[in-house]
């Protein structure tokens, strides 16, 4: 598709257990970031891939969470045991990078619920 | 803390008014961006204003950004049902290798 495609859209698991969400970005879209959103609140930044560079983890919460990117496409964002706090809208956005102006097209987002 | 913060959080006006929605920010930038979430949507970008410049326009969008203040406002003009949305201002840090942060947003409910 031509926009940033992201799966589970929804996702309702148990605390305790591991949960994969994935971004499929735009072709050609080097930059990619996972951003977590709780009910009414702003976006909270969690970590920025940019091309072969070394990914930014200065949002990532705690060891429980970490992310993948394959190369400049797919990335995968795994919570392992989750906890009841961790329920929120998880948006990952590409861009083309840096120099490009540095807008984001954001995905609709996976919305997970931890019971 | 965030490094955008928009002001208010929350705004109601009649379709036809003007909203006008802020945004401070701490550090130096390299621009300012603002977008718009309808609700259970992800964001949209809406418009891009450099460092460099003071004042931007798009369709019904005023956005205007003083650095000196380190503050951006976003006007929407002649608003519409339709402009109901959340409204967030987010920043590019010039030290921070075009990660963009994000402020808390303001929903703005537009009464028809």
């Known amino acids: 598709g031509a926009g940033v495609s992201q799966s589970p859209s929804n996702k309702v698991t148990e605390k305790g257990k591991d949960v994969e969400l994935r971004c499929d970005p735009i072709?050609?879209?080097?930059?990619l970031y996972w951003y977590r959103q709780r009910l009414g609140q702003g976006l909270e930044f969690l970590i920025y891939f940019q091309g072969n560079s070394a990914p930014d983890k200065s949002g990532l919460p705690s060891d429980r969470f970490s992310a993948e990117r394959t190369g400049e496409s797919v990335s995968t964002l795994t919570i392992q045991r989750t906890q009841q706090e961790d329920s929120a809208v998880y948006l990952c956005a590409s861009s083309l990078g840096v120099g490009f102006g540095g807008e984001l097209f954001f995905g609709e987002g996976s919305r997970l619920t931890v019971l | 803390s965030q490094q955008g913060e928009e002001d208010p959080q929350a705004l109601s006006i009649q379709e036809g008014e003007n909203a006008t929605m802020n945004c401070s920010y701490k550090?130096?930038?390299?621009?300012l961006q603002w977008y718009r979430q309808n609700s259970g949507r992800g964001l949209v970008h809406l418009i891009l204003i450099r460092s460099n410049e003071r004042e931007k326009h798009s369709g019904r969008l005023r956005v205007t950004l003083d650095t000196s203040k380190k503050s951006s406002s976003l006007l929407i003009t002649a608003s519409r049902a339709a402009d109901t949305a959340s409204y967030f201002c987010a920043t590019d840090a010039d030290n921070a290798g075009n990660m963009l942060t994000f402020g808390g947003g303001t929903r703005l409910m537009v009464k028809p």
């Open positions: 550090t130096s930038i390299n621009n």
């Open positions: 072709s050609g879209h080097t930059a």
